[in-house]
């Protein structure tokens, strides 16, 4: 029905820079927020950045000033650019959406989910 795919993972040097994109596909009617989250093992997963169809942004305050999160509504598809990677920000990246669906009878809300991308900082 509803499909998120994520790509851009990767290694990287500390104080190097990576692209993550995450494209929905399926029988959608619309998306509202956007986002990406990441997790460490043994760790909940946490926020990394969303933003709104209108384009209005939030971030975690540990990537303000080095990541940008965009999107791009005609393609359901959103970035995330990390500058200036750190050791820390070694983790799993999980693309969100909050998508509308349409499920051949009616229009359904989901909670959407990508399958995870690994992104490694070496020191």
């Known amino acids: 029905q509803v499909q998120l795919v994520e790509s851009g993972g990767g290694l990287v040097q500390a104080g190097g820079s990576l692209r993550l994109s995450c494209a929905a596909s399926?029988?959608?009617?619309?998306?509202?927020?956007m986002g990406w989250y990441r997790q460490t093992p043994g760790n909940q997963r946490e926020l990394v950045a969303t933003?709104?169809?209108?384009?209005?942004?939030n971030y975690a305050d540990s990537v303000k000033g080095r990541f940008t999160i965009s999107r791009d509504n005609a393609n359901n598809t959103v970035y995330l650019q990390m500058n200036n990677l750190k050791p820390e920000d070694t983790a799993a990246y999980y693309c969100?959406?909050?998508?509308?669906?349409?499920?051949?009878?009616?229009?359904?809300?989901?909670?959407?989910w990508g399958q995870g991308t690994l992104v490694t900082v070496s020191s």
């Open positions: 933003i709104t169809s209108g384009g209005s942004t």
């Open positions: 969100y959406a909050y998508i509308r669906y349409y499920t051949g009878s009616y229009y359904k809300p989901l909670d959407a």
């Open positions: 399926g029988s959608i009617f619309s998306i509202n927020v």
